[in-house]
């Protein structure tokens, strides 16, 4: 999710808590869009209140990669119109400037290598160092859960593995589209430390 997108949803949670009625029809609506999976579902569901469900399903959007914001719009449209409109009248004036030094140079990435393809040898330095998140960075560069499952039959032994199945996919979809820097986009929405990347892209 685009760090502005978090920004927003985290410092409206209260607000949400207040005037959102996480209903039937919302949840299923993100469910069908593969935001979010069975397991979401019953874990927000199983929450006593209102209130904690909609803390619950706060918690969960950021994770779910670049769709989830939008996908979250249009499930308040048309019971909850004005929590739309007044997240999109404040995501609309976000303009918070960018950090002194940009994620690319945290991370050590050289210009010159942004607009271009990653090597198979950036993808498998990546792939050795990302641990947990590794599916939310696939889902956020538009790979669909089935996919995640298919790296995840394919390669039952070891992670990076899987990590490289989904890498490779998602060069090969996308070709030239897939740069360095749409993936950097999709490490920093995924919260990965500058730290971790260091040496991926040299």
Not at 61 to 77: D, N, Q
Not at 159 to 169: E, F, I, K, N, R
Request: aromatic letters at 6%; charged letters at 25%.
């Amino acid at each position: 999710m685009d760090p502005k997108h978090k920004r927003l949803l985290r410092s409206q949670r209260l607000f949400l808590a207040e005037e959102l009625l996480v209903d039937d029809m919302i949840m299923q609506y993100l469910y069908q869009e593969e935001i979010l999976t069975e397991s979401h579902l019953e874990e927000i569901q199983a929450e006593p209140s209102n209130k904690k469900k909609t803390l619950r399903l706060l918690d969960v959007l950021p994770t779910r990669g670049s769709r989830a914001f939008l996908h979250f719009i249009r499930a308040l449209e048309k019971d909850f119109p004005w929590i739309k409109d007044k997240l999109l009248r404040l995501c609309e004036e976000d303009h918070e400037s960018p950090p002194p030094l940009s994620f690319a140079v945290e991370c050590g990435v050289p210009d010159r290598i942004l607009s271009t393809v990653p090597t198979t040898q950036h993808l498998n330095r990546l792939a050795a160092r990302l641990s947990s998140e590794w599916k939310s960075v696939l889902l956020d560069l538009g790979l669909s859960p089935a996919d995640l499952y298919r790296c995840c039959a394919d390669h039952p032994f070891t992670v990076q593995s899987q990590v490289l199945a989904g890498l490779v996919m998602w060069t090969q979809r996308n070709g030239r589209e897939a740069t360095v820097q749409r993936l950097l986009q999709s490490l920093q929405a995924a919260d990965i430390p500058p730290s971790v990347l260091q040496q991926v892209f040299v």
